[in-house]
T-cell receptor
Framework: GDSVTQMEGPVTLSEEAFLTINCTYTATGYPSLFWYVQYPGEGLQLLLKATKADDKGSNKGFEATYRKETTSFHLEKGSVQVSDSAVYFCALSAYTGKLIFGQGTTLQVKP | DAGVIQSPRHEVTEMGQEVTLRCKPISGHNSLFWYRQTMMRGLELLIYFNNNVPIDDSGMPEDRFSAKMPNASFSTLKIQPSEPRDSAVYFC?????????????????FGPGTRLTVL
């Protein structure tokens, strides 16, 4: 069945460091891909999405490119801030509309 | 838009009591999802509705859990009787009309969650 695998956390970085959180997926058909972010005590928020191969989603300095050949959707940011500390979820959606989530990756950014 | 609204935000109850969680989706959205989040199991989809009709309830853990959507602007998730292992954060999410000819669209918008503690 469809699945999403994220790199295990926690990921601890210093402020202004480069961030990569790896995400790979297995799916039939052509899913849409998402990154959601969850700040402490809050619900999940859509960070970015891509709906077809080679699309790049971007928001708030974060980027991810839909790579069909490697079935990946890695999240990147050039310079992280303390305020980026959160849990990041990679997800896919097939035609049924259900979102399949990865297990989440905790990011901690230190000043 | 007010976003997805959930109530209560926190609920503490004793084992055996009935618990009802409420959700108001974003106006105009026609799909609604209930999730449960715990440290041990992560984020789990419990059930989802499209146009007020339950589409997939395979994630509902057992008969103690039930969900209803009597109209497009309201849904409930009920646990009766509650048990300590039901303690979790329960999220409601909604999404709009289908894209690309699909039944349900893909971008979901989450509420703030209800933190349930069963003693």
């Amino acid at each position: 069945g469809d699945s999403v695998t994220q790199m295990e956390g926690p990921v601890t970085l210093s402020e202004e460091a480069f961030l990569t959180i790896n995400c790979t997926y297995t799916a039939t058909g052509y899913p849409s891909l998402f990154w959601y972010v969850q700040y402490p005590g809050e619900g999940l928020q859509l960070l970015l999405k891509a709906t077809k191969a080679d699309d790049k989603g971007s928001n708030k300095g974060f980027e991810a490119t839909y790579r069909k050949e490697t079935t990946s959707f890695h999240l990147e940011k050039g310079s992280v801030q303390v305020s980026d500390s959160a849990v990041y979820f990679c997800a896919l959606s097939a035609y049924t509309g259900k979102l399949i989530f990865g297990q989440g990756t905790t990011l901690q950014v230190k000043p | 838009d007010a976003g997805v609204i959930q109530s209560p935000r926190h609920e503490v109850t004793e084992m055996g009591q009935e618990v009802t969680l409420r959700c108001k989706p974003i106006s105009g959205h026609n799909s609604l999802f209930w999730y449960r989040q715990t440290m041990m199991r992560g984020l789990e989809l419990l059930i989802y509705f499209n146009n007020n009709v339950p589409i997939d309830d395979s994630g509902m853990p057992e008969d103690r859990f039930s969900a209803k959507m009597p109209n497009a602007s309201f849904s409930t998730l009920k646990i009766q009787p509650s048990e300590p292992r039901d303690s979790a954060v329960y999220f409601c999410a909604s999404s709009g009309a289908g894209e690309r000819g699909t039944l349900i669209t893909d971008t979901q918008y989450f509420g703030p969650g209800t933190r349930l503690t069963v003693l």
